[in-house]
Protein backbone atom coordinates (compact mmCIF):
# COMPACT_ATOMS: atom_id res chain seq x y z
CA UNK A 1 0.00 0.00 0.00
CA UNK A 2 2.74 2.04 0.85
CA UNK A 3 4.72 1.33 -2.32
CA UNK A 4 1.16 3.00 -4.34
CA UNK A 5 1.31 6.43 -2.48
CA UNK A 6 4.90 6.57 -2.82
CA UNK A 7 4.67 5.91 -6.45
CA UNK A 8 1.87 8.46 -7.04
CA UNK A 9 3.21 10.72 -4.84
CA UNK A 10 6.69 10.81 -7.35
CA UNK A 11 4.06 11.13 -10.55
CA UNK A 12 2.61 14.06 -9.23
CA UNK A 13 6.11 15.65 -8.44
CA UNK A 14 7.17 14.86 -12.14
CA UNK A 15 4.20 16.28 -13.29
CA UNK A 16 4.32 19.72 -11.41
CA UNK A 17 8.73 19.48 -12.41
CA UNK A 18 7.20 19.46 -16.23
CA UNK A 19 5.05 22.06 -15.92
CA UNK A 20 7.58 24.55 -14.25
CA UNK A 21 10.43 23.55 -16.69
CA UNK A 22 7.51 24.63 -19.32
CA UNK A 23 6.35 27.79 -17.64
CA UNK A 24 10.18 29.05 -17.41
CA UNK A 25 10.90 27.78 -20.81
CA UNK A 26 7.98 30.50 -22.45
CA UNK A 27 9.42 33.26 -20.48
CA UNK A 28 12.95 32.59 -21.73
CA UNK A 29 11.21 32.53 -25.18
CA UNK A 30 8.97 35.12 -24.87
CA UNK A 31 12.08 37.42 -23.60
CA UNK A 32 14.24 36.76 -26.99
CA UNK A 33 11.54 37.04 -29.09
CA UNK A 34 11.01 40.40 -27.65
CA UNK A 35 14.70 41.18 -27.96
CA UNK A 36 15.29 39.71 -31.80
CA UNK A 37 11.59 42.49 -32.63
CA UNK A 38 13.21 45.48 -31.40
CA UNK A 39 16.14 44.71 -33.19
CA UNK A 40 14.42 43.50 -36.55
CA UNK A 41 12.18 46.37 -35.78
CA UNK A 42 15.24 49.16 -35.46
CA UNK A 43 17.35 47.66 -38.44
CA UNK A 44 13.99 48.02 -40.37
CA UNK A 45 13.52 51.66 -39.63
CA UNK A 46 17.21 52.40 -40.56
CA UNK A 47 16.39 51.11 -43.71
CA UNK A 48 13.66 53.08 -44.85
CA UNK A 49 10.78 50.22 -43.68
CA UNK A 50 8.13 49.76 -41.17
CA UNK A 51 10.07 49.26 -38.14
CA UNK A 52 7.07 47.74 -36.63
CA UNK A 53 6.04 45.21 -39.11
CA UNK A 54 9.17 44.28 -39.23
CA UNK A 55 9.08 43.69 -35.30
CA UNK A 56 6.07 41.91 -35.49
CA UNK A 57 6.64 39.59 -38.31
CA UNK A 58 9.50 38.59 -36.22
CA UNK A 59 7.40 37.86 -33.03
CA UNK A 60 5.10 36.22 -35.08
CA UNK A 61 8.20 33.63 -36.28
CA UNK A 62 9.16 32.80 -32.53
CA UNK A 63 5.45 32.26 -31.46
CA UNK A 64 5.27 35.45 -29.91
CA UNK A 65 2.65 37.78 -30.21
CA UNK A 66 3.72 41.52 -30.38
CA UNK A 67 1.53 43.76 -28.41
CA UNK A 68 2.71 47.21 -28.41
CA UNK A 69 5.42 49.08 -30.70
CA UNK A 70 6.48 51.80 -30.89
CA UNK A 71 9.64 53.95 -32.90
CA UNK A 72 10.98 56.73 -32.13
CA UNK A 73 13.00 57.36 -34.70
CA UNK A 74 15.18 54.59 -35.58
CA UNK A 75 14.65 53.27 -31.75
CA UNK A 76 12.24 50.39 -31.41
CA UNK A 77 10.59 49.73 -27.79
CA UNK A 78 8.16 46.63 -28.24
CA UNK A 79 5.91 44.22 -25.67
CA UNK A 80 5.82 40.82 -26.68
CA UNK A 81 3.46 38.18 -25.27
CA UNK A 82 3.16 34.35 -24.73
CA UNK A 83 1.00 31.94 -23.06
CA UNK A 84 1.04 28.79 -22.25
CA UNK A 85 -1.18 25.54 -22.99
CA UNK A 86 -4.23 25.14 -21.11
CA UNK A 87 -3.36 23.34 -17.82
CA UNK A 88 -6.08 22.25 -15.21
CA UNK A 89 -8.34 25.02 -16.34
CA UNK A 90 -5.40 27.66 -16.67
CA UNK A 91 -3.35 29.62 -19.08
CA UNK A 92 0.01 31.48 -18.10
CA UNK A 93 1.14 34.26 -19.75
CA UNK A 94 3.99 36.22 -20.00
CA UNK A 95 4.56 39.87 -21.23
CA UNK A 96 7.84 41.30 -22.18
CA UNK A 97 9.30 44.65 -22.80
CA UNK A 98 12.45 45.14 -25.13
CA UNK A 99 14.00 48.25 -26.67
CA UNK A 100 16.87 48.58 -29.17
CA UNK A 101 18.93 51.37 -30.78
CA UNK A 102 21.11 51.57 -33.49
CA UNK A 103 24.96 51.67 -32.37
CA UNK A 104 25.34 55.15 -32.98
CA UNK A 105 22.51 55.74 -31.22
CA UNK A 106 22.86 58.70 -28.37
CA UNK A 107 20.62 59.61 -25.29
CA UNK A 108 19.66 63.81 -24.49
CA UNK A 109 22.59 65.25 -23.04
CA UNK A 110 25.29 63.30 -25.15
CA UNK A 111 25.35 60.03 -22.80
CA UNK A 112 26.04 57.59 -25.71
CA UNK A 113 23.46 54.45 -25.37
CA UNK A 114 26.45 51.85 -25.68
CA UNK A 115 27.00 49.69 -22.65
CA UNK A 116 30.67 49.13 -22.17
CA UNK A 117 31.31 45.66 -20.34
CA UNK A 118 34.00 45.74 -17.48
CA UNK A 119 36.34 43.21 -16.94
Not at 39 to 54: N, T, V
Request: glycine letters at 6%; hydrophobic letters at 50%.
Amino acid sequence: MHALWVATLLCVVAIVMAQVATVIRVKHQVASAADLAALAGSRASLAGDDGCDAARTVARHNDARLVRCRMDLDVATVTARMQTSRWWGHRWAFEVDARAAPDFYEVAGGASARIASSS
